[in-house]
């Protein structure tokens, strides 16, 4: 197979080459093309989940931060909910430092 490239790329992969970055150009460039393919085929997956009216992979994973504590607080027990200080938010400094209790304003 011969592969014809602009004379920038030939020089760019022959400085990686003599670099050591690869064993050879062959070796470059069987890279080059393994890279090509995973992303035509990723980009082919990606093209029929919006055909199919669904989320890519990448998008579906995303949730937004709120999202997140949202699932988390609903794994508390709402007995471990009633156990926290009334004023744990105006009181802060003394449940998590010690500091003495403010007073109430």
């Not at 050879?24 to 090509?36: E, I, Q, T």
């Not at 990606?46 to 995303?62: C, D, H, R």
């Not at 156990?83 to 400094?93: E, I, N, R, T, W």
Request: proline share 7%; hydrophobic share 40%; aromatic share 6%.
């Amino acid at each position: 197979m011969t592969i014809r490239v602009s004379q920038e790329v030939e020089k760019s992969i022959n400085a990686a080459v003599q670099s050591g970055r690869f064993a050879s150009v062959d070796d470059a460039m069987d890279k080059a093309a393994r890279l090509l393919l995973r992303q035509v085929e990723q980009e082919a997956q990606e093209q029929k989940m919006i055909e199919a009216n669904a989320t890519p992979p990448a998008q579906a994973a995303y949730k937004p931060i709120w999202e997140v504590a949202d699932d988390i607080r609903k794994t508390v027990p709402a007995e471990e909910w009633a156990k926290l200080p009334v004023d744990g938010a105006s009181q802060h400094d003394h449940y998590i430092y010690g500091t003495p209790k403010r007073p109430a304003q």
